[in-house]
């Protein structure tokens, strides 16, 4: 994920809640899953928020927490309530309030195109109407307009409840897929006229609303919806309140268009507790969970029925309930979510700690290791898992629509007078042209450049296509190793070490480091701060022993600390 461009929006940090389904465990604090290092880290964080199946957070391309949502409330990542963001979301549905939090898939977090730190959120309650029985649907569907550029990264909400869809809509399942552009979002939200899908397209302009007629789609109901990693295949699993049948409808996706086609279904077995689905990172197999099975469809196959295999069979396990005497529950199958590492994980029907987990999805057959109950959470979890799309999806090339001119990134590596320069550009650009601020120049999509002097240099990339030209211009300071050599003859000073509360820095003269970053000993990212405080907290930090990495544009010094 580090590799990922800037401009990338990553899902790096999901956050669960924790409660048993009568509410009687506390819903203060829940579990963290971080995919910010090369390994997974499982804790507990303390916040007040509490979650079940709606659940949705966004982070910046480092991992970083920006802000989460329950579909009652925004936070941000310092778990205070976002100016304007507080209760309640989805103000017209039987689903608001204290109750916003129950509907599966029932908020997206979207990078707001052209309108960097702004995002989206859209998010569905749930209606009640009065037809031949009275029934409950989702709708009405909103957008919320977050800026976290603004009240110091602590984000404000600069719209909020603005109707998108006022009609009768399916149970939640909102989902989306990169336009083929690369930079627009197309979103699914069905209806729960079975035939009817809203299409909705966010670009750098808003929202715009478009439907479709598909006949003889699948009823709506209980279930998940996903678009496939590469973005071309939209499935939807419904267990229908009508007849309590249960099918996984897949249709073929144009991302420039908008459009969908082909539609297949496949009938399963379920029941009317749950079903889910999830796609594989490869975009060929999609899973199926139906209560007690787990199955694989393969969507090279020409016959997709066909190709249905049963991968997993509930094994029974009941997991104990701590603090409550011979209590135990079941750890059935309920909804999946691929993740940054390339695995499925699976949550449960019940309020336990287990998750499971397919290790390999885009392999066939068994060989897509389902493990059950593999993965225990340090808090119990009621039904929650993250939505989010595949942020990474860039633009399709050779697509009519992807008719965007690039848009310039890079990064600068200094080793001495030499600097590796790396392009970080989206939007496939055809042609580089490099301005090292020294007179030199290349057309090298990364070159390496050696500089004949110390100092800050003025470097400028331009990239173009077809459809246009784009330049990014960062200064760079290149010297020699003159600063690590001052830090590392004892003149910076990290006191008191062992540290308790807080630590503090003493520099060199004239050094002052861009950025502060500690990381506990596996590894994995525990704080950024910015520099030049006159004490740095280390408050909720577990004790233990850490580095702290000062960097700045010549290089980066690690410094043992250890914390009481």
């Given at each position: 994920c580090s590799a990922l461009p800037a401009q990338t929006k990553l899902d790096h940090i999901w956050l669960f809640g924790y409660a048993n389904e009568a509410d009687t465990i506390p819903h203060f604090g829940g579990s963290v899953m971080d995919f910010t290092g090369d390994t997974l880290q499982l804790y507990k964080q303390e916040r007040e928020m509490p979650f079940k199946q709606t659940n949705s957070s966004i982070c910046d391309t480092a991992g970083n927490l920006l802000f989460y949502t329950n579909g009652v409330y925004l936070a941000n990542a310092q778990h205070d309530t976002i100016p304007g963001g507080g209760c309640c979301l989805n103000p017209n549905g039987l689903v608001g309030g204290v109750e916003g939090h129950k509907l599966p898939q029932g908020t997206l977090i979207l990078p707001y195109p052209g309108h960097p730190g702004e995002y989206m959120v859209l998010h569905e309650g749930v209606m009640l109407v009065t037809l031949d029985v009275l029934r409950a649907f989702g709708g009405p569907l909103y957008y919320t307009h977050v800026d976290m550029n603004a009240n110091d990264g602590k984000g404000i909400v600069l719209e909020k409840n603005v109707p998108l869809l006022v009609d009768t809509l399916d149970f939640g399942k909102i989902t989306a897929t990169r336009h083929a552009n690369g930079r627009d979002w197309s979103i699914a939200?069905?209806?729960?006229?079975?035939?009817?899908?809203?299409?909705?397209?966010?670009?750098?302009?808003?929202?715009?609303?478009?439907?479709?007629?598909?006949?003889?789609?699948?009823?709506?109901?209980?279930?998940?919806?996903?678009?496939?990693?590469?973005?071309?295949?939209?499935?939807?699993?419904?267990?229908?309140?009508?007849?309590?049948?249960?099918?996984?409808?897949?249709?073929?996706?144009?991302?420039?268009?908008?459009?969908?086609?082909?539609?297949?279904?496949?009938?399963?077995?379920?029941?009317?507790?749950?079903?889910?689905?999830?796609?594989?990172?490869?975009?060929?197999?999609?899973?199926?969970?139906?209560?007690?099975?787990?199955?694989?469809?393969?969507?090279?196959?020409?016959?997709?029925?066909?190709?249905?295999?049963?991968?997993?069979?509930?094994?029974?396990?009941?997991?104990?309930?701590?603090?409550?005497?011979?209590?135990?529950?079941?750890?059935?199958?309920?909804?999946?979510?691929?993740?940054?590492?390339?695995?499925?994980?699976?949550?449960?029907?019940?309020?336990?700690?287990?998750?499971?987990?397919?290790?390999?999805?885009?392999?066939?057959?068994?060989?897509?290791?389902?493990?059950?109950?593999?993965?225990?959470?340090?808090?119990?979890?009621?039904?929650?898992?993250?939505?989010?799309?595949?942020?990474?999806?860039?633009?399709?090339?050779?697509?009519?629509?992807?008719?965007?001119?690039?848009?310039?990134?890079?990064?600068?590596?200094?080793?001495g007078l030499s600097v590796a320069f790396s392009d970080e550009s989206l939007r496939s650009p055809a042609a580089w042209s490099w301005n090292f601020g020294d007179g030199s120049t290349s057309t090298a999509a990364s070159p390496v450049h050696t500089y004949a002097a110390e100092g800050a240099y003025e470097v400028c990339l331009s990239v173009s296509n077809a459809y246009g030209t784009d330049t990014l211009c960062k200064t760079v300071e290149v010297m020699l190793s003159s600063t690590a050599e001052a830090l590392a003859a004892g003149q910076l000073l990290l006191y008191p070490n062992p540290a308790s509360g807080q630590f503090h820095l003493r520099l060199p003269a004239g050094w002052q480091p861009q950025g502060l970053e500690l990381y506990y000993s596996n590894g994995q990212l525990a704080r950024r701060y910015a520099p030049g405080k006159a004490g740095y907290s280390l408050e909720g930090l577990p004790a233990g022993a850490y580095f702290l990495r000062l960097v700045w544009d010549g290089g980066a010094r690690v410094v043992k600390l250890s914390v009481q």
């Open positions: 939200v069905k209806d729960y006229r079975a035939p009817l899908f809203n299409t909705l397209l966010l670009s750098d302009e808003g929202i715009t609303v478009d439907s479709q007629v598909l006949e003889d789609s699948y009823g709506s109901g209980l279930g998940q919806a996903k678009f496939s990693n590469d973005g071309n295949y939209y499935a939807n699993i419904t267990l229908n309140p009508l007849d309590f049948g249960c099918a996984a409808e897949i249709l073929q996706f144009d991302r420039c268009s908008g459009t969908f086609s082909d539609p297949v279904y496949i009938p399963v077995t379920c029941n009317i507790l749950s079903a889910g689905l999830a796609f594989s990172s490869n975009s060929r197999f999609l899973y199926l969970l139906a209560n007690t099975e787990i199955y694989q469809v393969d969507l090279w196959s020409d016959d997709l029925a066909a190709s249905l295999d049963t991968v997993a069979v509930y094994d029974g396990y009941e997991e104990p309930i701590p603090g409550f005497d011979d209590l135990a529950l079941s750890t059935q199958f309920f909804m999946a979510q691929l993740a940054p590492d390339g695995k499925i994980y699976i949550n449960t029907t019940n309020s336990v700690r287990s998750l499971h987990v397919i290790n390999a999805p885009d392999l066939p057959g068994d060989s897509c290791d389902v493990q059950q109950h593999s993965l225990q959470l340090p808090t119990l979890n009621a039904f929650s898992l993250p939505n989010f799309p595949n942020y990474s999806l860039g633009e399709l090339p050779g697509s009519p629509c992807d008719t965007l001119g690039p848009l310039a990134g890079f990064s600068a590596i200094p080793a």
